[in-house]
């Protein structure tokens, strides 16, 4: 079944700690983003990419970095420079505008909730 | 920069009546896309309905609809014979020929039996 992946479900860091968000996606879609949610807040935009090797920064992108070596795969790291980072983290896929389409759908994982202890 | 701006952030209205979320924006673009997405309690993410900036034509999926008023940069969502299902957190989103796609904060919807 075509989809998208995250893991692990929950996950715990000790403060100081970096720690990496799984992504992965087999819908070949070139475009792939990570949000944050707190409560009240929505889902803000942490960073997106419309293609291999290159992504953009989002609202929070301060204290996250991403990389995209893989169409299928769209990795976070929350570093020790994120000053709250425990909330729930989602990821989602969708086409690209440069396929010459526009963006219809955003399909999302079923997301990752890092605690901090 | 997009912004998208949804005012109610709780609601509860009884389980068979009608209601309407609402969602403004605000854009510079022409053409563009707007959705509205459910988060039930197992908070994945579901799209519940779309529309293209172009097209004038209120998109429809079964009881739920909208009310485009693209002049207005208003989005909002009709839901009819409301069920206790469709109790959840409803996202109004954007998104552009950048790709990027912006949220709204939510709101909570509670259908009361």
């Known amino acids: 079944d075509g989809g998208i992946t995250q893991s692990p479900k929950y996950l715990f860091r000790k403060e100081g700690q970096n720690v990496t968000l799984s992504c992965e996606q087999n819908l070949n879609h070139d475009a792939m983003y990570w949000y944050r949610q707190d409560p009240g807040q929505g889902l803000r935009l942490i960073y997106y990419s419309q293609i291999v090797n290159d992504f953009q920064k989002g609202d929070i992108a301060e204290g996250y970095s991403v990389s995209r070596e893989k169409k299928e795969s769209f990795p976070l790291t929350v570093t020790s420079a994120q000053k709250n980072p425990t909330a729930f983290y989602l990821c989602?896929?969708?086409?690209?505008?440069?396929?010459?389409?526009?963006?219809?759908?955003?399909?999302f994982g079923q997301g990752t909730r890092l605690t901090v202890v | 920069a997009q912004t998208v701006t949804q005012s109610q952030p709780e609601m509860s209205v009884q389980e068979a009546e009608t209601v309407t979320l609402s969602c403004t924006y605000d854009?510079?673009?022409?053409?563009?896309?707007l959705f509205w997405y459910k988060q039930p309690p197992s908070r994945q993410m579901i799209l519940v309905i779309r529309q293209e900036a172009y097209k004038q034509q209120n998109a429809t999926e079964n009881r739920f609809s909208v009310n485009f008023q693209k002049a207005a940069k208003s989005f909002s969502l009709k839901i009819s014979d409301s069920q206790l299902g469709d109790t959840a957190m409803y996202f109004c989103?954007?998104?552009?020929?950048?790709?990027?796609?912006?949220f709204g904060k939510g709101t909570r919807l509670h259908i009361l039996p």
């Open positions: 989602a896929s969708s086409i690209a505008s440069h396929s010459g389409r526009m963006n219809t759908e955003a399909f």
């Open positions: 989103a954007f998104t552009n020929r950048d790709d990027k796609i912006i």
């Open positions: 854009t510079s673009e022409s053409n563009y896309y």
